[in-house]
C-alpha cells in the first residue's frame, strides 16, 4: 500500500509576515485529514521546539523536519531525534555555540548606538509577535535565536513612524560576519579549506531582517530524501512559498504553492492555490486530496 506524506512550510506559506494564521479554519482542516488516513507534517527552517509548538494547535500526525532539514522529528516516537548529518552533529552544535559567542561581542560592540536593542532566547512565534505589537519607533531590534543546534539565526526589526522599515546595510554587514566567522569555525573543525567552505546562507534585508547560516549538507531537500529513502514514504506533497521548499524530486515528490509564493517556485508547482498563505494551504490540501 501506497505510503504518502504531507508536509508543510510555516513561514509565508501558513503564517504571513506579522506572524498571524490568517485562515484559522486549517487546523479544521487538517484535523479532517488526519482522521482520514492522511500523514501530515511540518517543513520548515524554524527549530523543533518551534515546530511542536505549532503542531499543537494545528493537529498534524507526521515528521516534523526542522533546520532547513537538519533535523527530523517524528512525534509520536519517543526519543527519535535525529539529525540528516549525524555524524558531525555534536561538532557542529558546539561549533554554533562558538559563532554565537562572537555575534554576542560583536552585537555588544553595534549597540553604542541607543537604538539597537539586543535580546538573547530561544526565538518563538510569541516574541515575533510581542515585538510587534510593542515596538517602540526609532529602535532597531536584534534577536539572536539560542534555540537552533545545527544552524546559527538572528533576526532584526526596524520601526519607524508608519511601521516596519528595511533594516538596511547593517543586516547585510552582519551576513558577511556569520559567513566568515562559520567558515572558519567549520573549515579549521572538519579539516576542511576555509576559503573553498561555502556554508548555506539566507538573508532577508527588507521590513524584517534575517541572518540565517547553515551547514553545507543541510536542505530541506535533503530531508525530504531521508524521508522517502530510509522511511519508506512513496510520495510526498510539499505545500511551500519559495525554492528552499523545493524537494528536488520530481519523480516522487509532487510541489504545491501558496499564491503569495515567490515565481521561481511557482514554476515547479503543479499546484498553485488561487488564495495567499493560510488560506492557500487549504486549497493545496484539497487538490492533493483530489490527486492522491
Not at 506559506?13 to 482520514?36: C, F, G, R, S, Y
Not at 532566547?121 to 516574541?127: K, L, P, T, Y
Not at 562559520?182 to 579549506?193: T, V
Request: charge should be negative.
Amino acid at each position: 500500500m501506497s505510503k504518502t506524506l504531507i508536509l508543510i512550510d510555516i513561514d509565508r506559506t501558513i503564517i504571513n509576515e506579522k506572524a498571524e494564521i490568517t485562515d484559522p479554519t486549517l487546523a479544521t482542516k487538517i484535523a479532517q485529514m488526519v482522521e482520514q488516513g492522511w500523514e501530515i507534517g511540518l517543513c520548515s527552517d524554524r527549530p523543533t521546539d518551534e515546530l511542536e509548538y505549532f503542531a499543537r494547535f494545528l493537529p498534524v500526525n507526521g515528521p516534523l523536519v526542522g533546520e532547513m532539514g537538519a533535523v527530523i522529528e517524528f512525534p509520536e516516537l519517543q526519543n527519535s531525534l535525529e539529525s540528516t548529518h549525524m555524524l558531525l552533529s555534536t561538532r557542529i552544535s558546539l561549533g554554533f555555540l562558538d559563532i554565537r559567542n562572537k555575534f554576542i561581542v560583536r552585537l555588544i560592540d553595534i549597540s553604542r548606538e541607543d537604538y539597537l536593542h539586543i535580546t538573547l532566547g530561544r526565538n518563538s512565534i510569541e516574541h515575533e509577535r510581542r515585538i510587534l505589537a510593542d515596538h517602540q519607533q526609532g529602535i532597531r531590534y536584534i534577536y539572536v535565536d539560542i534555540a537552533r543546534e545545527h544552524s546559527f539565526a538572528m533576526s532584526m526589526r526596524v520601526f519607524g513612524p508608519d511601521g516596519p522599515e528595511k533594516c538596511g546595510q547593517i543586516i547585510e554587514d552582519l551576513a558577511e560576519f556569520a559567513k566568515r566567522d562559520f567558515a572558519d569555525q567549520f573549515g579549521n573543525n572538519l579539516e576542511m579549506e576555509s576559503q573553498s567552505f561555502s556554508p548555506m546562507l539566507y538573508v532577508n534585508p527588507e521590513e524584517w531582517g534575517c541572518v540565517i547560516v547553515h551547514f553545507p549538507t543541510n536542505g530541506k531537500n535533503k530531508a525530504g530524501q531521508a524521508l522517502l529513502d530510509k522511511y519508506d514514504y512513496d510520495r510526498i506533497f510539499m505545500i511551500g512559498d519559495t525554492s528552499f521548499d523545493d524537494l528536488k524530486d520530481t519523480e516522487r515528490v509532487v510541489q504545491l504553492g501558496v499564491a503569495n509564493a515567490w515565481d521561481d517556485y511557482k514554476n515547479v508547482c503543479q499546484f498553485v492555490a488561487g488564495r495567499k498563505y493560510a488560506s492557500g494551504v487549504i486549497d493545496c490540501l484539497a487538490w492533493a486530496e483530489q490527486n492522491a
